[in-house]
């Protein structure tokens, strides 16, 4: 029975219950003789009732209490009651991590992550000098409290070594059945398979607290104990920027050594892993340099700011503009924060407090995002890039009429369109706004500058100098300034400022006119500029507001699906022991990390979602005939893709996933007679709209990044294939982009950024050889990626762009007949064939990046 405020237990006195777990209750208590409270931990009945654990608890008792260090909560006594167990310990006037994440809105700032990993390391390594592991490091177990003295840091503690285990007595059970005791979801692959931990155990957990801090997520998500079991046994450690982009992509290796499989693989000690920690989430790439050109506009709430190109600014405001653009990864970043965050949005109109869009333009490069800025899981420093773009923008010496709000709109759009030319093509890569030739770049034309007021000197608050001492660099806490519940940049954080508040906008003197304006803004200049449909100046829907209705977790609505594949895995067909299934490879080690389907006909041709929960695959009848099936990513939900088929397909080939339309397919369908033809399809199997290419064979289809266009291999009758591609929309012919006639090149595949193609060319000579070739997206220099001989096939792109993936039975490591896995970098290096799977497997087409 719980315990109530009044009770008394050895002497204690309860005040109120602090929670409770696996083991027992925790109450507040007053100590029955010295002026103070303590923590005491009441163990369950059945637990006290074991004699063979109530020694070995005693024992262990013992052992903590003679740790003494200033991250780990002491243990004060121990003791038995009434036939149950307890003991006291220091009493932390705080939260939990678990709460301090929930408090912040899921996402804790990097800098305060690397604080808590760093204190924590501090104290498990102290517990393993004294022989001693931890076994349950999770954020439940990791106390926060306000530091005593306001320039110190953030205190933070370790507790609850009630199940830690000595190193030296030779014995990691806690009950007489070896159960494990440890929480799943940070328990380390020895621990779930009751093998005998040692310190690296507790430095596993200790990676997986650090992934749950940065991105709010467990690393193996799922229904039931069994997905955390499998992805701790099976699956590669997850990738914190998958989940969170703007982090320095460093910290995906730190994790991921920190939770190897192998303990051997690990590092050496907590505190060498804690350093590694605090180097990676500092060490940010270097952004694409000035000059930029930069437009902000609050959506909904203002007019648009800017245009500001940094040629006209100081050297210390560039440097300061371009570090802020470094440490969010502005270019880096996704169209819509919101979709990261797990928000479901409207176009480019999200919901929350104060949305903005930026967009930056340096040389081709085009970053562009749209944020909230009341929204937890955004940069820590996106504030601050937002302040320093409408204090170093132009002040116009006179506010616009309200008559020309919306001229002033388009032509500020057009200037960042024109300023740094070649203008941005439509689709993924639009502008904000319409190009406006007119108004060429000054530096291009060497006309002067536009008159503009000069730039006023940064506030201190802006100072590069002002991140210092033990703040939070980059959220606006710095040395004296307190830290709000749920730690910097929580919902509830203030916006505080060294030396006082922060200055009023320069929006704010012109609020007489802003209010007069407002309605015509909001209604005439932010609709137009976000709208979906086609409205004047627009290419028609934007890709990015597809994207955000697509592709929001947790998947396209009606498919199965399961968490986001990591980059680092592909799918690919293998066929063993007479049968063809689709599995899930580790491109780093080449293991097979889980089997997705069984069926006994062929499963063989898979195809990834714009998001990577779901897969699409052909299932190979007897005849031959080949039907589209779908499963999540964790093998769940498998079934037809379609309830009927669209019209006229009797048999279809591997489609082509549309990148910012999830819900739109291409598809090539075969007739009972035979005929290929071309469709835009929606998932459901309704059909959009027919292309009439006029081959007689089509297949291999791919999409270009934007949507727009399709490239695929084609022929009439005898002839060798060539490549072409057609406007998505049908409103274009076929254009031929390869030769074809001596050749047949086929299985043609976009790159992710939509600059080049991958194919495969095999020579109409009889030798049975064929390469992958890379050229660009106009068909203009092609060059020969992974010569050699063998019959190279089914190029298949990296996310990132930097590898493909191919089958080849060329000669390899393996040294066994048929088609294997291999992988190439784009430049052409690092040629290598994935290990082998069982002796008689086959590998086929795989899936690896967008199509």
């Known amino acids: ?73 002491s243990v004060l006594d121990r003791g038995e009651d009434d036939g149950q167990l307890w003991l006291t310990m220091q009493y932390v006037d705080g939260i939990d991590a678990e709460q301090a994440l929930e408090g912040a809105g899921g996402l804790l700032p990097a800098e305060r992550v690397a604080h808590i990993v760093t204190e924590v390391a501090a104290a498990l390594d102290a517990a393993h000098r004294a022989h001693l592991i931890h076994r349950d490091v999770k954020p439940a177990n990791i106390l926060l409290s306000p530091a005593a003295d306001e320039d110190d840091p953030e205190q933070v503690f370790l507790t609850d070594f009630g199940i830690a285990k000595s190193l030296e007595s030779g014995d990691t059970r806690l009950t007489r059945t070896g159960a494990v005791v440890a929480t799943f979801d940070y328990a380390s692959p020895e621990q779930i398979e009751s093998r005998s931990p040692d310190a690296r155990s507790d430095i596993y957990s200790l990676g997986c607290v650090l992934f749950k801090l940065l991105t709010g997520r467990v690393p193996f998500p799922g229904p039931g104990v069994a997905a955390a079991i499998h992805g701790h046994l099976q699956l590669p450690p997850p990738r914190p920027t998958s989940l969170v982009p703007w982090l320095a992509p460093g910290i995906d290796d730190v994790v991921a050594r920190a939770m190897a499989k192998d303990p051997a693989d690990r590092f050496p000690t907590c505190r060498a892993m804690a350093a590694a920690t605090a180097r990676a989430l500092a060490d940010f790439p270097e952004p694409p340099g000035p000059p930029y050109t930069v437009l902000l506009a609050h959506t909904g709430t203002g007019p648009v700011v800017g245009p500001m190109i940094t040629d006209s600014l100081s050297q210390q405001a560039t440097e300061r503009l371009v570090d802020l653009v470094r440490r969010t990864r502005f270019f880096d970043l996704p169209e819509n924060i919101h979709e990261v965050a797990g928000r479901t949005t409207t176009g480019h109109r999200p919901r929350g407090g104060r949305p903005v869009t930026i967009e930056i333009r340096s040389g081709q490069r085009v970053g562009r995002v749209a944020a909230d800025l009341d929204e937890a899981r955004r940069p820590a420093t996106l504030d601050a890039l937002v302040d320093v773009i409408e204090h170093l923008s132009p002040t116009p010496d006179h506010p616009p009429a309200p008559a020309t709000v919306l001229n002033d709109l388009r032509a500020a759009q057009g200037v960042i369109a024109a300023a740094q030319a070649p203008p941005a093509p439509t689709g993924a890569g639009a502008s904000l706004g319409p190009t ?188 031959g005939r080949g039907s589209l099936r779908v499963v999540a990513t964790d093998a769940s939900g498998d079934r037809p893709m379609f309830e009927t088929p669209p019209p006229g397909c009797g048999s279809v080939l591997r489609p ?171 430049d052409g290096s690092d040629l290598r064939q994935l290990p082998a799977g069982p002796e008689g497997a086959d590998d086929s087409a795989p899936a690896w990046g967008p199509r």
């Open 1 to 73: 029975m719980p315990l109530a405020p009044g009770e008394t237990i050895a002497g204690y006195t309860v005040v109120r219950p602090l929670g409770s777990g696996g083991m027992g209750a925790v109450y507040l208590v007053r100590h029955p003789r010295l002026p103070r409270y303590d923590a005491l931990k009441l163990l369950r009945s059945e637990l006290s009732a074991d004699p063979d654990f109530a020694r070995r608890f005693l024992r262990e008792a013992d052992v903590v209490a003679g740790l003494s260090h200033r991250n780990i909560v």
């Open 656 to 826: 082509a996933w549309n990148p910012v339309d999830g819900r739109q397919l291409a598809l090539v369908c075969i007739d009972d007679g035979g005929g290929h033809s071309l469709h835009i399809v929606d998932v459901d199997g309704t059909v959009v709209r027919d292309l009439d290419v006029g081959f007689d064979v089509v297949d291999d289809v791919s999409f270009s990044h934007d949507g727009s266009t399709l490239v695929f291999w084609a022929r009439n009758g005898s002839e060798g294939s060539a490549l072409f591609k057609v406007p998505a929309d049908g409103s274009g012919d076929p254009v031929q982009l390869t030769a074809g006639g001596d050749a047949e090149d086929a299985d043609a595949v976009w790159s992710p950024d939509g600059q080049q193609i991958a194919f495969r060319r095999a020579p109409l000579d009889g030798s049975g050889e064929s390469d992958i070739l890379v050229m660009n997206a106009d068909g203009s220099g092609a060059r020969t990626l992974a010569g050699g001989p063998g019959f190279d096939q089914d190029p298949s792109w990296s996310p990132e762009g930097d590898q493909i993936a191919f089958k080849s039975n060329r000669s390899g490591p393996s040294d066994r007949d048929g088609n294997h896995l291999w992988l190439v970098r784009t």
């Open 436 to 623: 406006v030739r007119e108004a060429p770049h000054p530096a291009r034309t060497g006309a002067p500058p536009p008159v503009r007021q000069p730039p006023r000197p940064l506030p201190a608050y802006l100072s590069p100098h002002v991140t210092g001492g033990t703040g939070y660099a980059g959220t606006g806490y710095g040395p004296g300034q307190p830290v709000p519940p749920g730690g910097p940049g929580g919902p509830d954080a203030p916006r505080a400022y060294p030396g006082g508040t922060a200055p009023a906008p320069r929006r704010g003197r012109l609020l007489l006119v802003a209010m007069v304006i407002l309605v015509l803004v909001v209604a005439a200049g932010t609709v137009w500029w976000f709208s979906r449909d086609g409205t004047p100046g627009s290419s028609g829907s934007s890709s990015a507001s597809q994207t955000s209705s697509s592709t929001t977790p947790p998947g396209i609505p009606g498919l199965p699906a399961a968490e986001e594949l990591p980059s680092a895995t592909l799918v690919a067909p293998r066929s063993q022991d007479g049968n063809t299934d689709l599995y899930l490879l580790d491109t780093g080690t080449g293991s097979t990390t889980l089997r997705l389907t069984s069926a006994p006909e062929a499963d063989t041709a898979p195809l990834l979602s714009p998001d990577r929960r779901t897969i699409a695959y052909i299932q190979k009848s007897a005849d």
